[in-house]
């Protein structure tokens, strides 16, 4: 039986006579710690401040208000609910979308309204029954000690084989942490060859592609769709293979699958934009970006690439003759949203003054070429790396506004940065056919393998030189300057050297602007933090 009067609950939800009505069905079940919320920044504040065992949810708190999704996505990445904690996702609609788009954050239940006392008590004592089981696992899980987690579920098992099956996924996400990728294949083909589970498909495809097996990892999902193919998460792991495979069509094919079963994520709407935009498919894509745009307004994953994207989309479906005037009104809401909310990231601030320029070429001549000289001004002092997406996208830009030499010089600086990518150089090349932009960075990329080769073999003072030599050539290349970084931090927690430490600073000082959103952010900041004693 629930111990109700030790226990504290939250009600979230924005029509004062339903959290009324929840909070007298708690009394009237012995809770005397009852507190409620009428929007979800209100609740976000509580649970800064108190913990509560209980959180039952409204999904929809009003337009232009958070929604339940987002919530529960703010709670679960600020670690403001305990994993004992129980939380309850409630509304009065039961549509597909709604379902899966709720279900997707995986609360602990979907309660639908109305409910009564009875109702809502059996649900309850049923989520508290299964967390009191689980204890020790929820425990760890909040000390975020995946090895504690592993050996709580062995011990549940070994206390009544019978929990086995509760255990299953608390034991492949402590796996997947440890980073036991052997062991977790293992794991994941046993449930799967007992008893077929979306999540372990899921679990299994995203390791098979880690792990560089495309092809074995797309076989994963096609079989899980055929048995799942309500389970939106199966759709983006496979359009995940497909890019990296090449096919962008088939991947945005099966992409808009996702968003047709659970339309609400902005993460799945941006990625589809970006992916309809790469096949030149401009409906699509500026269908996708709005959706992103008006999704992330109240979301932790509103992200100005979105409204950038929009603009991009729209300006590219655009007629010979120029834009509409609502086109360019959309336009230009966008990008000023963009300028208004990221005042101190002069990245953004030129990206979106020459969209914006980009959008008035046919229509306003006039002030296409301020936005472009103002650009221009904050560019050139900009010492901020750009993503080789947005470097390519702002050089094509300057080309089509006349100014040549500064698209030149944007596409120089990119092939310096990230001239070791193959398929970013192939994209320079689509732009100009300056040998000295295109081949410069085939010399550095080079000598910067042979170190590779050399320190992987352990000649360490080789190695050094090489990446020396590449990274005088290409002072801004990231990778060899991470590489270079590396391979003067080899041994220096036993015998640290002064000068070689001063050496690797300076090389991480040099890719310090990198953005954040490329896939080598992470190593540079273990780097970093081991050079600088963080």
């Known amino acids: 039986m629930l111990a109700y009067h030790q226990k504290s609950f939250l009600i979230v939800d924005d029509f004062s006579d339903f ?19 009428d929007t979800g920044e209100q609740a976000l504040r509580m649970c800064a401040q108190k913990r509560y065992d209980f959180i039952l949810q409204d999904y929809h708190l009003g337009d232009g208000k958070k929604n339940g999704q987002q919530v529960l996505e703010d709670l679960m990445l600020e670690k403001l609910i305990s994993h004992e904690s129980v939380f309850l996702m409630v509304t009065a609609e039961s549509s597909q979308a709604m379902v899966l788009s709720a279900l997707e954050h995986e609360p602990d239940a979907y309660l639908t309204k109305p409910f009564n006392r009875s109702g809502l008590a059996q649900r309850l004592e049923r989520l508290q029954q299964r967390k009191t089981l689980l204890k020790p696992i929820l425990q760890a899980l909040d000390r975020g000690k995946p090895v504690e ?11 009544d084989p019978r929990y086995a099956p509760l255990c299953l996924r608390y034991r492949a996400d402590a796996l997947r942490d440890m980073h036991q990728n052997e062991p977790l294949e293992r794991l994941y083909n046993s449930i799967l060859a007992d008893r077929p589970l979306p999540w372990a498909y899921v679990g299994l495809g995203r390791l098979l592609f880690k792990r560089g097996q495309a092809g074995e990892a797309k076989a994963v999902y096609e079989k899980a769709l055929k048995a799942f193919p309500m389970m939106p998460g199966l759709y983006d792991g496979l359009a995940d293979v497909l890019v990296a495979e090449g096919d962008t069509k088939r991947a945005q094919s099966v992409l808009e699958e996702a968003v047709r079963l659970s339309p609400l994520a902005v993460r799945r709407q941006a990625l589809l934009g970006k992916l309809a935009m790469t096949n030149e498919d401009f ?23 979105s409204n950038l994207g929009l603009a991009h989309a729209l300006i590219s479906k655009g007629s010979e003759k120029g834009l509409d005037t609502r086109t360019r009104l959309e336009i230009n809401q966008t990008l000023s949203a963009v300028a208004k909310e990221n005042p101190s990231d002069p990245g953004l601030q030129i990206r979106a003054r020459l969209m914006k320029a980009t959008s008035l070429l ?19 002092g900009m010492e901020q790396f750009m993503s080789p997406e947005a470097a390519l996208l702002v050089a094509k830009q300057l080309q089509m506004l006349g100014q040549a ?20 150089m192939q994209n320079i090349a689509k732009l100009t056919d300056d040998p000295t932009i295109l081949s410069s960075s085939n010399a550095a990329a080079d000598i910067n393998r042979q170190g590779v080769r050399s320190y992987k073999g352990g000649n360490l003072v080789e190695a050094r030189d090489l990446f020396r030599k590449a990274l005088a050539m290409q002072p801004k290349n990231i990778s060899i300057a991470l590489n270079m970084a590396q391979s003067l931090l080899h041994g220096a927690d036993a015998n640290p050297d002064a000068a070689l430490l001063e050496e ?10 990198m953005p954040d959103t490329d896939a080598r952010f992470l190593r540079y900041q273990k780097l970093r933090s081991k050079a600088f004693g963080e």
């Open 19 to 37: 959290r009324s009505s929840v909070r007298s069905m708690l009394r009237e079940l012995g809770v005397k710690d009852v507190d409620t919320a």
């Open 149 to 159: 987690v592993l050996n709580a579920c062995i011990a549940l098992c070994k206390q």
């Open 283 to 305: 409906d699509s894509a500026s269908r996708a970006y709005r959706q992103a745009v008006y999704q992330g307004a109240q979301s932790r994953f509103k992200d100005p690439e």
């Open 362 to 380: 046919l229509n306003d001549a006039e002030t296409a070429e301020k936005l472009t000289e103002q650009a221009l001004i904050r560019l050139d």
């Open 405 to 424: 030499s500064a698209g030149a010089s944007m596409l120089k600086n990119c092939a310096e940065i990230y001239g070791d990518d193959p398929k970013v």
């Open 504 to 513: 690797c600073q300076a090389c991480l000082k040099m890719v310090g602007m």
